[in-house]
Every structure is written in C-alpha cells, then in structure tokens.
C-alpha cells in the first residue's frame, strides 16, 4: 500500500474494546486499526492495571516482529504502522484458538505437570485453547473442536505448523537479542478466505527471560507484582528494535 494511500486512510467507528486493544473500523472495509492500550489485566479479567506507555511499545514491538515474520515468508495481517499507539491491518474474522507453544515450563504448564518452572522441553509442547472469556479460556484439544464445531479442523492442522515454524523464527531471532524465548500465544483469522496471522507478539503474549540471568521481562512482573514492569518491556523493545 502506498505511503499516500495509507496516510488517506480514515478511522472510523470502534468495533471491538478488548482488555489490551481496541480495534476500529476504517472508510476501507478489508482494513481494520489495531489500537494498542496501556491497560493490562490478568488472571482473566481479576486483577486490572495499567503500564504506563506498554501500548507505544507493545505497538512498535509487534510491529518488528510481524515484519520480521513477513520478511521470512509468514502470512500476517500486520500492514503499517499509522502512529505511536495505532497500526493498519487486514480486518479477520478471527478463529476462537489461541495457539500456545512452549519451549520451556512456565505458567500454567508448570502447575498442571507439576514441573519447576524452568524446565527446558526437548521439543516445544503445542496447546490449544478455546478463546472464552466466560470459560476462562478452557484448553481444548482437536477432539473438542470437532465436536463443538469450534473451527475447521483443516485450519487447526495448518495454525500447528504455522505455530511451530514461526517458533523456529523467532526463538533465534530473540536468542540473537539474549532473550529466551520461553512460551507464547497466537491468533489466526480468516482475511478473503485466507489463513493469516493476527493479534500481537510482545511481551503481553509471550514469556521472555533474559538469558544470562534468567530475569523476567514479560507480564508476569506484573501478574506477579515484581515491579520493574514498564522497564522491562522497554528493555524488550530496546534489543527488539536494534
Ligand atoms: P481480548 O479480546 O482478549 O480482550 P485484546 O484486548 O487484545 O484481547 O483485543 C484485541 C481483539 O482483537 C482480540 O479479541 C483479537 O482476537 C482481535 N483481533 C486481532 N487482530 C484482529 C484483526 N486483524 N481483525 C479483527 N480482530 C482482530
Ligand atoms: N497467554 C496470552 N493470553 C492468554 C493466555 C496466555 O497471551 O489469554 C500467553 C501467556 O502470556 C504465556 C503463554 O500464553 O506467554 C502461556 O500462558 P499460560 O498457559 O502459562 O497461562 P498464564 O499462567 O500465563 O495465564
């Protein structure tokens, strides 16, 4: 899309307020704006904050990484980066799976296999979860998305992949940055038929931990009140935008 063309485009009414993002309509129909906010929730939805400057940074994080992605043959829906907190991407119907892939043990994985967190898996662990906030966002495997007709299984085999390529990309690209790439969550949609990559990648969605000291630098300091939050994602965005 050309800089003139983008610079023309119109915000229009909001569609959807997330916890995270709000998503607005554009005088283009196939294009949506992600807005990316400083809120922060966790433990869905029960403890609420804010993080001063995380939708900047968050916005220009997962901008470089979508761009990254693109770069080594991803379909994304990331298009541009309109301005501080805002970018430009194709609007999907998004499939209800968050696609989780893990290299190491954190989170919920340590609590359900009753592993420390820490553990390094000899091959990263794919999980699915039906996105359900009322739910709390149940782990599904593709047994339950058949049967309740959740999403077509076609897509769920192919966001597997997806999932695991893209694990394989950016594991070097933050070990290049001396970061471990410890978990992450994804989003697929469906844009004129087509598969593509959605949402975010920053450290709202993933673990990262230093790799020399093991140190925190995602969410959790905040799920976790360990304080240090808004410089840790600043820390991130720094080696990301190196
Ligand atoms: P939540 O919905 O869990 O509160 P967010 O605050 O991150 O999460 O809200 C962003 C919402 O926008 C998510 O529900 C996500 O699935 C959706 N979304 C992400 N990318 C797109 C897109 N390209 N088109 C339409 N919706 C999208
Ligand atoms: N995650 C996410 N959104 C969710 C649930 C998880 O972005 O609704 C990310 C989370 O940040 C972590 C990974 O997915 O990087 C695995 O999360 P986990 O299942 O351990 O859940 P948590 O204990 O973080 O809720």
């Known amino acids: ?20 993002k709000s998503i607005y309509a554009t005088d283009e129909p196939e294009l949506v704006i992600q807005h990316f906010k400083d ?8 403890k609420k904050g804010t993080i001063p400057n995380k939708g900047a940074m968050n916005n220009q994080i997962s901008a470089r990484v979508f761009h990254f992605l693109k770069e080594n043959g ?23 799976i968050e696609v989780v892939v893990r290299n190491v043990v954190a ?16 091959d990263p662990v794919v999980e699915l979860y039906y996105k359900d906030d009322s739910l709390g966002d149940p782990m599904i495997n593709r047994f339950h998305v058949h049967s309740f007709k959740i ?7 192919v966001m597997e992949v997806e999932a695991q390529r893209i694990n394989n990309m950016l594991w070097t690209f933050f070990d290049e940055r001396g970061i471990l790439l410890v978990d992450f969550k994804l989003e697929f949609g469906l844009h ?8 975010e990648i920053s450290p709202d969605s993933c673990r990262f931990w230093d ?3 093991n140190e925190k630098l995602d ?11 808004e410089e840790s994602y600043r820390d991130v965005m720094d080696r990301v935008l190196k």
């Open 219 to 229: 969410k959790d300091r905040f799920r976790r009140d360990l304080g240090k939050v």
């Open 107 to 122: 989170g919920s994985l340590a609590k359900r296999m009753g592993k420390e967190e820490g553990f390094e898996l000899d």
């Open 39 to 46: 809120d922060a929730t966790a433990f869905n939805g029960e």
């Open 151 to 157: 999403a077509d299984l076609e897509h769920i085999r």
């Open 211 to 213: 790799k020399e000291t």
């Open 192 to 199: 004129k038929g087509e598969l593509l990559l959605g949402d």
């Open 74 to 96: 991803i379909k994304t829906h990331y298009i541009a980066t309109l301005n501080e907190n805002e970018q430009l991407v194709k609007k999907l119907a998004i499939i209800p």
């Open 1 to 20: 899309m050309s800089v003139k063309h983008l610079a023309s485009i119109k915000r229009l009414n909001l569609l959807y307020e997330g916890k995270a």
